[in-house]
């Protein structure tokens, strides 16, 4: 059993900065390949970034590659997404998830994530 937690969401202008982070409950975080979703008002929910169980390969959607970062730290059983260059259009609820092994991409079906958390609001003024 693993429980997701995020946090670091909030309001910020467009252009700037915020760093989501996702604590995992369990010893068996490290064994979790992990993923960033988000979802806006009136929209499916979507991935963002994967990481694989051991932080060597990650995968992003193609709006948020080279602003988004994801990373992990498996000693603190935390996943990161350092979020640069807002825009208007990243605002939305952000939510970790995680499945077994392999990598998190955007053609894992939402249905194989087995835990996600509660999520954190995003929002972007311009």
């Known amino acids: 059993q693993v429980q997701l937690v995020e946090s670091g969401g909030g309001l910020v202008q467009a252009g700037g900065s915020l760093r989501l982070s996702c604590a995992a409950s369990g010893r068996t975080f490290s064994s979790y390949a992990m993923g960033w979703f988000r979802q806006a008002p009136g929209k499916e929910r979507e991935f963002v970034a994967g990481?694989?169980?051991?932080?060597?390969?990650?995968s992003y959607v193609d709006p948020v590659k080279g602003r988004f970062t994801i990373s992990r730290e498996n000693g603190k059983n935390t996943v990161y997404l350092q979020m640069n260059s807002l825009k208007p259009d990243d605002t939305a609820v952000y939510y970790c998830?995680?499945?077994?092994?392999?990598?998190?991409?955007?053609?894992?079906?939402?249905?194989?994530?087995?835990?996600w958390g509660q999520g954190t609001q995003v929002t972007v003024s311009s």
């Open positions: 990481i694989s169980w051991s932080g060597s390969s990650t």
């Open positions: 998830a995680a499945k077994p092994g392999g990598i998190v991409t955007m053609n894992t079906p939402l249905s194989g994530l087995d835990y």
